[in-house]
């Protein structure tokens, strides 16, 4: 079955300990995403891939870092978390562009 | 200004209604116009999509473009209760598209 997959789907965490969502799909898309969704403010694109060792900032990427180092993975990881990155997290593949992308089934994280 | 502006309703109807969602956007020269469902609790599914202005069908779906207005359009016909949902538009450049709010649809039978 093609998907995406996140783990973990739920976390809970302390300011300043470190993280990493993983995110995974088996489509062998080129492109890889991730956005945080937040109430009132829609989805925001956070950073996305385009190709293995090529990543690029979206519209919120202060605090997370990413890496692509496989085209399958594409983890999201936050150095030192603060509240208000308590957010909800989904990652996406696309064959093109950004185009047609499938979404993960979301990561809630939550930074007391 | 948000650039891509739409209303989080909620819109609720009745059972058979049709259903028109609707977006703005402020960036003339977005490419690619795109409609996404997401059920509570589950990421977003992709309905359709389409580069030009006109209509685009795909069953009980339609979605319109008008590039001159900068306006999108998702029409639901026969809409049902497992149409509740909220309902993103996006649109955007290659590699970065950009998502309105979502407006939230109820379907009561």
């Known amino acids: 079955e093609a998907q995406v997959t996140q783990n973990p789907r739920y976390l809970i965490t302390v300011t300043g300990k470190k993280l990493t969502v993983t995110c995974s799909q088996n489509?062998?898309?080129?492109?890889m995403s991730w956005y945080r969704q937040d109430p009132g403010l829609g989805l925001r694109q956070i950073y996305y891939?385009?190709?293995?060792?090529?990543?690029d900032k979206g519209d919120v990427p202060e605090g997370y870092k990413v890496s692509r180092k496989e085209k399958r993975n594409f983890p999201l990881i936050l150095e030192s978390p603060s509240p208000n990155q308590t957010s909800l997290y989904f990652c996406?593949?696309?064959?093109?562009?950004?185009?047609?992308?499938?979404f993960g089934p979301g990561t809630r994280l939550t930074v007391t | 200004q948000k650039e891509v502006e739409q209303d989080p309703g909620p819109l609720s109807v009745p059972e058979g209604a049709i259903v028109s969602l609707n977006c703005t956007y402020s960036?003339?020269?977005?490419?690619?116009f795109m409609w996404y469902r997401q059920y509570s609790r589950k990421g977003p599914e992709l309905l359709m999509y389409?580069?030009?202005?006109g209509n685009k069908e795909d069953g009980r779906f339609t979605a319109q473009v008008d590039k001159s207005s900068k306006y999108i359009s998702l029409f639901i016909r026969d809409s049902q209760p497992s149409d509740s949902a909220t309902y993103l538009c996006?649109?955007?450049?290659?590699?970065?598209?950009?998502f309105g709010r979502g407006t939230s649809l109820i379907v009561h039978p």
């Open positions: 996406a593949s696309s064959l093109d562009r950004g185009i047609e992308q499938y």
């Open positions: 489509m062998n898309h080129e492109y």
């Open positions: 891939s385009m190709n293995v060792e090529v990543t």
């Open positions: 960036n003339s020269a977005f490419q690619y």
């Open positions: 389409t580069y030009s202005s």
């Open positions: 996006a649109t955007g450049f290659d590699y970065i598209p950009t």
